[in-house]
Structures are given as structure tokens and as C-alpha cells.
């Protein structure tokens, strides 16, 4: 039984020091792929398992293959300066990390890679390699990791069609097996150009690459899987189903964002005074602990995303309308703003339809966005926060107040603006107002299959508690009372007797206010501004 294993956010992930989803029926899928001589890129978000996969693939394919597996990151951006500086850098890493080179080869890349043969061009590199292939008992399979590292550098790009040269010529000649590119950028759009008017070509040199449909994304079956390995070495008692079913609704099993989740309950919650040891730990209280944690802290992955935002102001906004107008975003591939959003890991796309890629980006998006300084200086984000301790009665938030208050202060401060400033930003600022409210305790989602343009769902963690709300323009009363049944089947969804509804209504002769509805077995709370 291998001890003392933990769950790993950090490079990649290794069976006898972590516990990991079985990979088996991945690398299975790609061997396939090898096994018919493809040449394909593994373009996945930051921190989507990139590097573990290549990883186990190479130990996978070891005893068919030659892997050569390399690194571009390790690579300097002054070997991508010149033609001759990557040739000596990309030889060096061969010499580094080539398996059993034939005699007479290592020779040749040394040759290559020492300062004073700085003379080496691609062409004079391939014609080795291509004699490398020829030699080798094995048929090589090439593996770069970070590929897009090189960006739309010209160096790059006519590497890549020297690969491309291979793969046209490989019924003639014994050439690579296979090679795969991994990277956040889907190398298949790098442009090259044409010297010296510096004209981009109308086809990436990368044009030969097959389509890499292997799902990197973990299963509730997996993560399950991965519980058990856990459980059977630390006896916590845990409901193992729940606790995966809870992590694939949190994360869509985005890899870094299960084993993050459940690091932070296996390493930072536990011995905790509200989690003293390892049966407390994995519950569902113990789980939407480490979400809060997760939502807070500051990772590579977190900063990665959010300076995309920056980079990109066309993505800023329209997630931005996505998240507080519900305004739907159809799938269009050549959309740039859309395409740019699925390669960072922003969505995912669901019957031609864009939606948020998981639970805890949305969080993390809608902190992002409420935190905004400018937001935070809005009236009524600070009514929320000046008002904040009538809403927390014995540890419980008492939602009813809280929009009683928001009534009050809403028509107070914005019951003059115009119709349409009110419908585009009324969801913002009750969230806004909701926010001072719960921070540091609890936190907030909206169900996305109920987001759009006139309703959305938000439900409302706090210790441990769900409320459910729903935000919704008011468009009359036999649209309100659909709306009415319909939160009451999300109740039952949830197990919960009493719910939320907000509406904003924007009648001249409107009566704001609350008040209760019964409705069969369950109480609505509905508030009109």
C-alpha cells in the first residue's frame, strides 16, 4: 500500500506520490492515435493536466516507443531569437533528456548545441534527426510540452514546418511515429510569413494536425475513484458519492480545481477547531469550507484568468453581460471573443450554447467584478456593509430581512432611474448589497441553467445553509405566477421549504415591498421593487 501520498496542485502528478484519477483509459485513447500515426496538439486551459498526461504517456509508451518528451518552457527566449540559437538550445535539450541516442548521434547534437557551432540551421538539424529515425530500433514518438511558448515566432513556425515535412514524407521515408504538441495555444493558428515583405501565409504550417477529442476533464466515476484510494488509507468515514458528486458540481472536474478542493480539506481544513479530524473534515461542511478557501486565495490559475480579462477588455465585457444580464452567448468558432474564452478555460459549450465553465470560476467572476473599486464605492454596496449586523441572528442569515432592506434602500437610492438602467443593472445590485453581507462566511452562485435575460436563480451558502432567490423582471402577473411554480420545484430540488423570489418591476403603479405567498406546502418570500 503506498502511504503518505497527498493530493498535488503543484507540476505533475505522480501515482506513487498522489492520488489521481486512473488515467488508463486516456492514455489508451491517445496510444490509439499514436499507434495510427497522428500528429495532434493537446490545446487545454492552464493547468488542465497537460503536463501530467504527456507524463504518464511516455511511461505508457516506453516499451513500443522511443519517446523523446521535451519542454519548450525550458527553453530561453533567446533560443527563439534566431534560427541557429534554437537548433544549439533544442539540441541541448535533446542531449538532456533523449533516451539511448544510436552511435555517432550524440556526437552530431553536441555539435549543434556547443557555443562554438552556433552555425546550425533546421534544415541541418532534421536531416540528424530524420537519420535518428532511420537508426532507432524503435519508432520515435516526439512529445513537446509548452509548445505555444514560442508564440508566432518565426523560428517557431518554420519549425513546425520542417515537422510538417516529415509527416508529408512519411510513406517515403522512415520518419517520426508520431508527435504531439501540448500548450494553451492551438498552435494549428500560428501564420507564418513569407520574407522579406513579412506577408502571413493564409495556412498554418500546423495545418496536418488531427483533431484530439480525449476528454481531460475528470468524471464523477473518477473523482469517486480517487476518494476511494484516499478513504482506504485514512478510514474517514466519508460518504464517498456525495462528497464526488459535490466536487464535479463545484469544478465540472476541471483537474487543478479537484485536487485544490481537496487538498485544502485533507491539508489546511482539518485539525481546525470546527474540523478536528478527518470525519469532519469530509463532509459537506468540510467541502463548502474549502470552497470558501479556494474563492479567497490567490493561485497561479486564479491570476492566470483574471489577467486575460485585463488583456482582453471584449471578454470582460461580454462575460460581464453574461453574469448579471443573463444575455445568452450562441457558439460562433470564429468568433474571436467567444474562441478566445473557451481556449483560457472561461466555458465550455453545451448544444451551441456558451456557458461559464464551472461553479467556482463563476464565484471567482462575479468577486472579480463586485470587488471592482469603482463597484465597491457604489451606495449601495455600502448600505449593505453598514447594515450588516441585523441580517445575522444566532449564526443564521435571515434572507427576508435582508430583502426588506434592499427594498427600502433601492428605491431610495435609484426609484427615479430609467427603465432600462434598472433592468440592466437590478441583479448587480442586489448582489452588490448581498455581498458585504455574507463575505468572509458565506458565499453565492447562480444556477445556470436558469440565467437568462429575465430570471436567474442564485443560491445563497451560508454555514452550511442554502437559500434560494430568484432575480426576476417582472413581465405581469401570469409571468409572475409561472415564476412562483417554478421556484417551487427548485425547492423541492433542494429539499427546502421556503424560498426567495426578487422582482423588479418597473409598473409606474407598482406596490413594492414583501410579502409572504403559500403555495401547496412551502412559503415564498416575495419582494417587489
Known amino acids: 500500500v503506498m502511504m503518505n501520498r497527498t493530493f498535488n496542485t503543484d507540476g505533475y502528478c505522480d501515482p506513487g506520490l498522489h492520488y489521481m484519477v486512473d488515467l488508463s483509459g486516456r492514455l489508451e485513447e491517445i496510444k490509439s492515435m499514436i499507434d495510427a500515426e497522428k500528429y495532434f496538439v493537446i490545446n487545454r486551459a492552464r493547468q488542465y493536466g497537460k503536463t501530467t498526461i504527456l507524463s504518464a504517456l511516455e511511461e505508457y509508451l516506453k516499451e513500443e516507443y522511443e519517446v523523446v518528451s521535451l519542454d ?8 527563439f531569437e534566431s534560427e541557429q540559437s534554437f537548433v544549439a538550445a533544442f539540441s541541448e535539450e535533446l542531449l538532456d533528456f533523449a533516451p539511448g541516442l544510436p552511435d555517432g548521434m550524440e556526437e552530431k547534437f553536441s555539435a549543434f548545441a556547443t557555443q562554438s557551432a552556433r552555425r546550425g540551421s533546421l534544415q541541418a538539424l532534421f536531416k540528424v534527426m530524420k537519420a535518428w529515425c532511420e537508426e532507432s530500433e524503435k519508432r520515435i514518438v516526439l512529445m513537446i510540452d509548452e509548445a505555444d511558448t514560442a508564440g508566432n515566432n518565426q523560428v517557431f513556425v518554420d519549425f513546425l514546418a520542417q515537422i510538417r515535412a516529415c509527416y508529408l514524407k512519411r510513406r517515403k521515408v522512415r520518419t517520426y511515429q508520431s508527435v504531439i504538441l501540448a500548450g494553451v495555444y492551438d498552435v494549428r493558428s500560428i501564420r507564418g510569413k513569407h520574407y522579406p515583405d513579412d506577408i502571413y501565409r493564409e495556412n498554418s504550417p500546423w495545418n496536418i494536425a488531427a483533431d484530439f477529442r480525449v476528454d481531460m476533464s475528470f468524471c464523477r466515476k473518477e473523482i469517486a475513484g480517487m476518494l476511494a484510494e484516499y478513504e482506504a488509507e485514512h478510514h474517514t468515514g466519508m460518504n464517498i458519492t456525495e462528497i464526488a458528486d459535490l466536487l464535479y458540481a463545484y469544478t465540472s472536474g476541471y483537474p487543478y480545481l479537484v485536487s485544490r478542493l481537496c487538498k485544502l480539506m485533507d491539508e489546511q481544513i482539518r485539525g481546525t477547531a470546527d474540523f478536528s479530524d478527518y470525519a469532519s473534515v469530509w463532509t459537506k461542511a468540510g467541502f463548502l469550507t474549502a470552497v ?22 471584449e471578454l470582460n465585457a461580454v462575460i460581464s453581460r453574461y453574469l448579471f444580464q443573463g444575455q445568452p452567448i450562441a457558439y460562433d468558432a470564429d468568433d474571436p471573443v467567444v474562441r478566445n474564452a473557451r481556449m483560457f478555460g472561461f466555458i465550455e459549450v453545451q448544444d451551441s450554447m456558451v456557458r461559464i465553465a464551472n461553479r467556482i470560476f463563476e464565484n471567482r467572476l462575479y468577486h472579480r467584478f463586485l470587488s471592482n473599486y469603482k463597484e465597491q464605492n457604489k451606495d449601495i454596496y455600502m448600505e449593505g456593509s453598514r447594515k450588516k449586523n441585523q441580517f445575522i441572528i444566532d449564526g443564521h442569515l435571515n ?8 427594498v427600502e434602500t433601492f428605491d431610495y437610492l435609484y426609484g427615479d432611474r430609467e427603465e432600462v438602467f434598472l433592468e440592466e443593472e437590478g441583479r448587480r445590485y442586489f448582489m452588490l448589497f448581498l455581498k458585504p453581507i455574507i463575505n468572509g462566511t458565506g458565499n453565492c452562485y447562480v444556477e445556470s441553467e436558469t440565467r437568462n435575460q429575465e430570471r436567474m436563480d442564485l443560491i445563497i451558502d451560508y454555514r452550511g445553509e442554502q437559500h ?4 426576476k423582471i417582472w413581465r405581469g402577473n401570469a409571468y409572475n405566477e409561472r415564476g412562483e411554480k417554478q421556484l417551487s420545484g427548485y425547492l423541492d430540488h433542494f429539499g427546502l421549504k421556503k424560498g426567495y423570489m426578487l422582482s423588479f418591476n418597473f409598473n409606474r403603479k407598482k406596490e413594492i415591498g414583501v410579502k409572504e405567498i403559500r403555495l401547496g406546502d412551502k412559503i415564498l418570500v416575495e419582494a417587489v421593487v
Open 292 to 313: 470558501k478557501m479556494l474563492l479567497e486565495e490567490n493561485n497561479p490559475l486564479f491570476d492566470s484568468l483574471m489577467n486575460k480579462l485585463y488583456q482582453y477588455p
Open 468 to 471: 434560494i432567490c430568484e432575480l
Open 399 to 406: 434572507v427576508r430581512r435582508v430583502l426588506e432592506k434592499f
Open 72 to 79: 519548450f518552457q525550458a527553453m530561453s527566449s533567446l533560443a
